[in-house]
């Protein structure tokens, strides 16, 4: 959706990948299990890769009819983006993700599922950031990665993705106008994706 995702490449490929500035990340780690409310490497719209929490805190947001917003966000429904009050002010960026992870079956008897391109390389998840202003000026850059309706190879489990970029749409989505980047709101192309069982990772070492 994503819920979980693994990001294995060294910064310094990311950035390349990206046409990115990395100068503050060089120490980033490869990790296969990434989950909400940690760091995570996100390239902003400024051209900056630098490091944000996964996951809105939706301060003084409120939905459609005017009520508080109280979930953190950790995904946006592109149908919705650019309409609901809760997302005014939000800024695009892209991060970037060597895949993701889902689950199907039942509460103890869920299987994992590794998503990742099957040509290799790096996804690029479509996201929006701002910061969160706490108690005694603490600033928190945090992100929230943009859904749409599944692609043929994932349909089976689960009924939502990640809106993946390709990278000549990269510059539309992160400083185009709203119809532009509305229109990139869409499927991976069918065929383009692997999905695997995922039996060798540490779900306790998020």
Known sequence: MPGRFFLETAP???????????DTVVDEPE???IAPGQEVLVLRDDG???RMRWGLIPVGRVNARGRPVLETLINARS???FDKSAFE?????IVPADGWYEWTGKARRKTAWRIRPKAGGLLAFAGIWDVWNGPGGVEVAQVATVTCEPSADVRDIHHRMGVLL???????WLQGDESSAHSLCQPYPDGYLTVEEAHDVDWTAA
């Open 12 to 22: 310094e490929e990311v950035a390349a990948a990206l046409d990115a500035s990395c």
């Open 31 to 33: 990790r296969r299990n």
């Open 48 to 50: 900056a890769l630098v």
């Open 79 to 81: 149908e919705t983006l």
């Open 89 to 93: 002010g939000l800024r695009r960026c």
């Open 166 to 172: 390709h990278p000549k749409d990269y510059s539309v």
